[in-house]
């Protein structure tokens, strides 16, 4: 006698999956709480933590200043069937089969394929597998996937469900393959105080380095038998890297001086020019003038006589 035995595997897609979700947090339930810690000062922390311990698939990490009795914790959960919305909290799963993309539309870049994909994963995919590649966008009421190259710029998505996302969710160098400011975009310049500048990303095992530049306010004009011009504004900038989720906090200062900082931590700073006097023109990142007839200094240079304001030189 022979015996058959048919075994028949019902498959079907992984359903893909973020990264994590911004603005939204785990609801607790009897079971999916594993641990909260305190005290943990970015989300990629966060997301190690959930890797080393046993049973940790999801993490919501909290980093709102104005919510003290959350600031800077890491939930991690076995499960998350619900999520609820949370300022500044990031809900996200430890698993190499999620998505990092972002709500955002590409405003330049070259197209290298359209074609169809059930799902945002199966086109992530497409891109890994064509090498020109770098970036994908995803419609999901259409099924539509775009594969694109030297794209630089975006700005927010206009339809629902359509996203935008890097090649590879994991870094291989360390450094964000695909993040923005929460303009939407990779710049941003500012006249005044702002709280808070997000740094977006759908990657967590990376830092992204933010590139810096500020300029204080132009010192006074002494006017008087003789004028003193003011040196314009103080420049100083850095390269520094933040991790994603990070709010750098912009301050320009009564006394014309400007700093940027993130948790407490100033990352740069810059004076206002020297105001002019009746003796001399004030320095700064150009020199000012003294006298009538005499110009100020340019491209941080110094102004043209001896009693002129001195320029950074740089």
Do not use: W
Not at 21 to 37: A, G, H, M, P
């Amino acid at each position: 006698m022979i015996i058959i035995l048919l075994i028949v595997g019902l498959f079907s897609p992984v359903k893909p999956e973020k990264c994590f979700t911004e603005n939204k947090s785990c609801k607790l339930d009897s079971y999916n709480l594993i641990e909260v810690f305190s005290d943990i000062p970015n989300i990629s922390e966060c997301v190690e933590i959930c890797k080393d311990t046993s049973e940790c698939k999801y993490f919501t990490y909290h980093d709102d200043e104005m919510v003290p009795s959350h600031y800077q914790k890491c939930y991690l959960f076995r499960s998350c069937n619900t999520m609820n919305d949370f300022p500044k909290a990031y809900t996200g799963l430890y698993t190499e089969l999620c998505t990092c993309s972002l709500a955002v539309e590409p405003q330049d870049g070259d197209l290298v394929k359209s074609l169809y994909a059930e799902n945002e994963m199966l086109c992530q995919l497409a891109c890994q597998e064509n090498t020109a590649c770098e970036m994908y966008t995803f419609y999901e009421p259409d099924a539509e996937c775009q594969l694109l190259q030297g794209v630089s710029s975006f700005g927010k998505s206009p339809l629902q469900g359509f996203n935008t996302g890097p090649k590879h969710c994991k870094s291989e160098n360390g450094i964000c393959t695909f993040s923005l400011l929460d303009n939407n975009n990779s710049h941003a310049m500012l006249l005044e105080s702002k709280e808070s500048v997000i740094v977006r990303s759908g990657m967590f095992d990376c830092t992204v380095n933010i590139s810096m530049v500020l300029v204080g306010k132009g010192g006074d004009h002494y006017s008087g038998n003789y004028e003193g011009g003011g040196g314009s504004g103080y420049v100083n900038t850095t390269v520094t890297p933040v991790y994603p989720s990070s709010s750098l906090n912009v301050l320009f200062n009564q006394d014309g001086s400007v700093t940027i900082s993130t948790n407490g931590l100033v990352l740069l700073e810059t004076m206002a020019g020297d105001s002019g006097t009746i003796t001399q023109g004030g320095d700064g990142y150009s020199g000012g003038s003294f006298g009538y007839e005499i110009d100020g200094g340019m491209n941080g240079g110094n102004a043209d006589c001896t009693q002129c304001g001195k320029g950074q030189g740089i």
